[in-house]
């Protein structure tokens, strides 16, 4: 992993540290991160302050250090400079930028359509609730009829049963 350091003294040790700045992502992707300090040692012949570039292996050892001058002129001609701005440039990103809007267009109608849809399942489900609650205060009524005509008939059957 490649990273951009700064060249620093230890003021209690007096070792030569590098303190890391930023981290390669990918190609184009850098991230900001302070956070941590290489130890380089005292023999080096490296001067304090200098940018250097550090790659690292995947034990976090150090595997080359380098002038970073050369990368950082290269950043400014590429991304900085007058000439780095051209017609073409322009049109590159203007159809990047096309291209951000036209998937963000079709992931807002996506959205939109799936909104839509859960509230007209929303709005089926409240339809069958209140025809389902319906239903079941018309049975509820039935019952009661039921009830009532059940009792009726076993008064009628105890009066039969009593003069009979």
């Known amino acids: 992993m490649l990273y951009l350091a700064q060249v620093n003294k230890n003021l209690t040790s007096g070792a030569i540290e590098l303190q890391v700045l930023a981290r390669q ?10 956070s941590e300090v290489l130890p380089i040692g005292k023999e080096n012949n490296l001067c304090e302050a200098l940018l250097v570039l550090v790659e690292l292996d995947e034990n976090k050892q ?20 007058i000439s780095s701005i051209t017609p073409e440039f322009v049109r590159e990103e203007q ?9 963000i267009t079709a992931q807002s109608l996506d959205l939109t359509r799936r909104y839509l849809e859960v509230e007209t399942q929303r709005e089926q489900i409240q339809e069958l609730e209140a025809a389902l609650k319906l239903e079941k205060e018309k049975l509820e009524i039935r019952w ?7 009792n009726a008939l076993k008064q009628e059957r ?5 003069m009979g």
């Open 25 to 34: 992502r990918s190609d184009h992707i850098w991230e900001i991160d302070a």
């Open 62 to 81: 150090i595997v080359e250090i380098k002038n970073a001058k050369d990368w950082v002129i290269n950043l400014l001609q590429q991304y900085l400079s």
């Open 95 to 103: 159809a990047r930028i096309e291209e951000w809007r036209q998937e």
């Open 144 to 150: 009661q009829e039921i009830q009532e005509i059940e």
């Open 158 to 162: 105890n009066q039969n049963n009593f």
